[in-house]
């Protein structure tokens, strides 16, 4: 019985876990900025290990709980 509780609570963990959605905001626009801008941004955010995507209109997009940190070492 004990072993059924730890393995239902383990599995719900993991489910949860992995259930959570990212947000993004953007980082870096690219309707604003030049290209130089951009490539900076993420070289500066890889080397960050910070974790960002680059949207259709080429934008830079950090994810929401990596923002703080985006800030510290990037701006």
Not at 2 to 26: A, D, F, M, P, R
Not at 41 to 64: K, P, Y
């Amino acid at each position: 019985m004990k072993k059924l509780v730890i393995l239902i609570t383990v599995i719900s963990v993991l489910l949860v876990g992995c259930s959570q959605e990212k947000n993004y905001n953007v980082w870096v626009d690219s309707s604003t900025q030049s290209q130089e801008s951009i490539d900076s941004a993420i070289e500066r955010l890889t080397n960050a290990e910070i974790d960002f995507i680059i949207d259709d209109n080429g934008s830079v997009l950090v994810n929401e709980k990596d923002m703080d940190k985006a800030v510290m070492c990037c701006s």
